[in-house]
Each structure stands twice: as structure tokens, then as C-alpha cells.
């Protein structure tokens, strides 16, 4: 028996795979929300805000007509929303460790003074002092300045 591969005659032909036009978009989408979820483990706080976001317009860009989402771009979605969440915590986190902790442990204030001074030739103290004076709307210490190299 004779085998050929080809359909016979006259056979119609499968129809290409449709591609659609924002397939390409959400797996951007899905690569850029990955990315800004690795960018964390690198303490990159910037990383996240920016490819986070990107990667959250572009989701939302590939539904273009239709009525659900891609489930690349909803991986996106996913990944981003927990990279842009995760990257908040930790700023206000970092926060918190600079404003409060140096008040509830004495010898890392003591620490922190005197890598202040090797700093930046000024304490922690005076220069938590000055910037709650700025915000009280006092005029700005220019020996504090002239220390720091403005």
C-alpha cells in the first residue's frame, strides 16, 4: 500500500490557528508581572512600581473587544497586583524601621548616631531634629546643611 501524507483531492484544509490581536500583550503582561516578582527578591523597589504597573495597563489593553481576559493576562494581573502589594509593605516597613525602631532600642539609636556622624558628620538625632523642624515649618539650620555638603 501506497502512503502519502497529504489529504487526497479536493479535501478541504484545517483552518490556521486564529491568533489574536492582543495575545502578544498579555503575555508581555504576564513576562513583566514575573519580573517584577523576581525584581523583589533583589530589593529593587523601583522595579515593581514601574513593570508592575506596565504590566497591568498592558492586561487590561490585550482584552481589546472581547469579553474576558486572556489567562496570560490575567497571570499578569496576579503577579503585578502581589509584586505592587509586596513592594508597598516593604517601603512602609523600611519606614517604620527608620522612624520608629531607633526609639524602642537604645543601642541601635547609639549605633545609628554613629554611623550618622561618619555619614555625614551630623547624628541621627540632630538630623531627625532638623527635618522635624522643616515640617513644623521652622527655618532650615544651615550649619546642618553645610555639614551635610549642600
Known amino acids: 500500500m501506497d502512503y502519502n501524507p497529504y489529504p487526497p483531492y479536493g479535501t478541504p484544509m484545517q483552518p490556521a490557528p486564529v491568533s489574536h490581536k492582543g495575545d502578544g500583550m498579555a503575555t508581555a503582561s504576564m513576562a513583566l508581572g514575573i519580573i517584577s516578582l523576581v525584581s523583589l527578591l533583589f ?3 523601583w522595579i515593581p512600581f514601574i513593570l508592575g504597573g506596565v504590566s497591568i495597563i498592558l492586561a487590561i489593553l490585550s ?49 545609628l548616631n554613629t554611623l550618622f556622624e561618619q555619614q555625614y558628620g ?12 522643616i515640617l513644623e515649618g521652622e527655618p532650615i539650620d544651615e550649619d546642618i546643611l553645610e555639614k551635610l555638603g549642600y
Not at 490575567?74 to 525602631?101: E, H, N, P, Q
Not at 551630623?122 to 523642624?133: A, G, R, T
Open 122 to 133: 551630623v547624628s541621627y538625632d540632630e538630623f531627625m531634629d532638623e527635618i522635624n523642624n
Open 43 to 45: 530589593l529593587q523597589i
Open 63 to 111: 482584552r481589546g473587544n472581547l469579553k474576558k481576559l486572556f489567562s496570560k493576562a490575567k497571570a499578569g494581573i496576579i503577579c503585578s497586583s502581589i509584586a505592587l502589594g509586596l513592594d508597598v509593605c516593604f517601603c512602609i516597613f523600611s519606614f517604620w524601621l527608620v522612624l520608629v525602631l531607633p526609639n524602642q532600642s537604645p543601642p541601635f539609636r547609639k549605633e
